[in-house]
């Protein structure tokens, strides 16, 4: 059983920085893939950033340039650090990860951006 748990929400004012960490039980060299989804109230959960095992990323158009995502295989642990934050960006964020073909969500976190 593959667990995730995120961290580094909370509140920043428009065109500040967060960092957000997903911390997994395995080792993250052995999955297919790992990145972060989020999800607004009445509206679908959407993709934001994706890495695959071979380090390749991919992003949505809304966040290129401002989002990059990261891993550290030491410490198991996949990174999404967010700058010039906008008030659209507010949503609960969830790390996800692929194994053997089986999806892995994390609980969410909440990333609020209000002046």
């Known amino acids: 059983q593959v667990q995730l748990v995120e961290s580094g929400g909370g509140l920043v004012q428009p065109g500040g920085s967060l960092r957000l960490s997903c911390a997994t039980s395995g080792s993250i060299r052995s999955f297919d893939a790992m990145g972060w989804f989020r999800q607004v109230p009445g509206k679908q959960r959407e993709l934001v950033a994706g890495?695959?095992?071979?380090?390749?990323?991919n992003y949505r158009d809304s966040v290129k340039g401002r989002f990059a995502i990261s891993r550290d295989d030491a410490k198991n642990t996949v990174y999404l650090q967010m700058n010039s934050l906008k008030p659209e960006d507010t949503a609960v964020y969830y790390c996800?990860?692929?194994?053997?073909?089986?999806?892995?969500w994390g609980q969410g976190t909440q990333v609020t951006i209000s002046s």
């Open positions: 890495i695959a095992s071979d380090g390749g990323t």
């Open positions: 996800y990860a692929i194994y053997i073909n089986m999806e892995y």
